[in-house]
């Protein structure tokens, strides 16, 4: 089990002695900053390098401004490692954690200049699955689901209006007591889930069921940061849609009701003005697609433009 | 399973309107960072808001200055779950993380302001844990770790130079092949690691093993982060050292042994010069403590001077 160091190792130490780094043996909160910076001076990647070096500023900076104690320091540590503990295959804690401290918006929103007149798009969320049911033109994705129904009915252009056929169309949202179906223990199908194709017009329609607003999961260390800071963990009202089609950048975004009063505080900053959509309600009847409804609908229309691929490479 | 709004979340919502948040809908990467400080506004601890707020600015300056895109956040999001999934009772991946950007001793470094003549303090490190066996003085605290016996004669003594008696010191170190106990998975008793009281003259002597240079786990997240970013993951030999006492600040440090080719680049930059000692090497004969030894040995000779409790809080 002896361990001697590698060749390797003893290379990257002459190289770093070769370029005279001999002051480390008095590190201080003033030098520590650029002796880990200077740490990533062989990097093989200038990619990763540029990501590493930026990083370690602004988390040393971020300690520094914030004269963090070291009792502090533990407690992030706990917090990290519990996020990392309830992770699991179905619940992803960390992306919840981007979500509500606005990282992934961010992220989103400086890689999506979308060029004028198409879709915006936002957060992705963590409650999308690679392997939902495929449904028919015009199917009922609610699969069961508890919810008022809502007739869906969309068209996907491109930018100079032309539709966009054979689409592959995610659509995933929670049901009417705020959940996903990821979220039922008991529940081995999936519910108000599914993939669809547009038309040759670009069209697609479905049945599902009315979202309602909901809390994101409270019961770990995200929801322990949104309760501790005076946070409430509403979303409003959505549908999530992710739209794939060949020549066209991939559109991940949402279409939000109307109305909702959490639409001004998201807990997730994923509201932008464009997606917000009325969801109109109709009585009892003949409901869309001449299917007989004996309860209350909702309809919802709403048109999707994607940007080209070439369009959006140059706009970037 | 049906949930509806709580009237302390419906409470924050009016609270945020009546403060006139309702420019919300239209997040960019431009007003995103305010929106999510805004969002702490109503933290009941100022403590907490201040550590959030600047957490969020550096974090958000940190993806916008990177111009971090998507499949980047998605491999920080991987790798921060990795790091999460193989932390368990006897591995810390996220102080090792952690050490490895030098935010462990930076932590360290800004919140022990020594006064002049105390012992310096650093990093703490993944391996400490907190039932190790007790020994009594002189003990042989490699309870058969292999190595080259080591006899290590300290004192522990306050800033003017008054012996501390009864002090509780942990000592905790890698044997020859570099690792310790607690990363052997077939051992379940403690080796090289104990924790000894000083007597009445404030003095400690014991047997243990030379320690030598190894390098951090290397098969996870962080060593992943090492070899991508040419970093070597060797830490210089040293031993580890808690010294509690009634009275005096707990001193967390380490010795290191001088000559060891990494003293200069310690992958967690632990590294002070006034921890640097002589590991005086002798031929088999007799050892201190009058035992005779049949193999080469060595001794370490050091004095730890502990800061007085008001005396360092004043200093801070």
Request: with cysteine.
């Amino acid at each position: 089990m002896s361990r001697s160091s590698s060749p390797r190792a003893r290379a990257l130490l002459r190289a770093s002695h070769d370029r005279g780094f001999t002051a480390m043996r008095n590190i201080t909160e003033h030098n520590i900053t650029d002796a880990v910076v200077g740490r990533f001076e062989n990097c093989p990647d200038p990619r990763l390098k540029e990501i590493l070096t930026t990083l370690v500023r602004h988390l040393h900076a971020f300690v520094k401004e914030s004269r963090i104690t070291e009792a502090e320091w533990l407690e992030g540590i706990h917090f990290l490692t519990a996020t990392g503990h309830i992770t699991d295959a179905k619940r992803q804690e960390f992306i919840l954690l981007s979500d509500t401290l606005g990282v992934s918006m961010l992220t989103v929103a400086q890689n999506h200049a979308q060029p004028p007149g198409t879709t915006e798009a936002t957060v992705f969320g963590p409650f999308h699955v690679e392997d939902a049911p495929r449904y028919a033109q015009g199917g009922d994705i609610a699969n069961g689901a508890p919810g008022e129904p809502l007739f869906v009915d969309t068209t996907v252009r491109g930018p100079d209006g032309e539709p966009v056929p054979n689409a592959v169309v995610d659509v995933w949202q929670a049901d009417e007591a705020g959940f996903y179906d990821v979220q039922y223990r008991e529940l081995s199908e999936h519910r108000a889930r599914g993939v669809l194709r547009t038309d040759a017009e670009g069209r697609l329609r479905f049945r599902t069921v009315l979202p309602v607003a909901y809390p994101v999961p409270t019961d770990g260390p995200v929801g322990r940061m949104l309760v501790a800071s005076g946070r409430h963990p509403w979303r409003p009202a959505h549908v999530h849609f992710r739209i794939q089609a060949p020549g066209y950048h991939t559109l991940i975004t949402h279409v939000f009701r109307a109305g909702d009063p959490y639409l001004d505080s998201d807990v997730v900053f994923g509201v932008r003005a464009s997606l917000v959509a009325d969801f109109v309600a109709h009585g009892a009847g003949t409901g869309p697609h001449g299917r007989e409804s004996d309860r209350d609908y909702h309809t919802l229309d709403f048109d999707f433009v994607l940007a080209r691929e070439a369009i959006a490479s140059t706009a970037d």
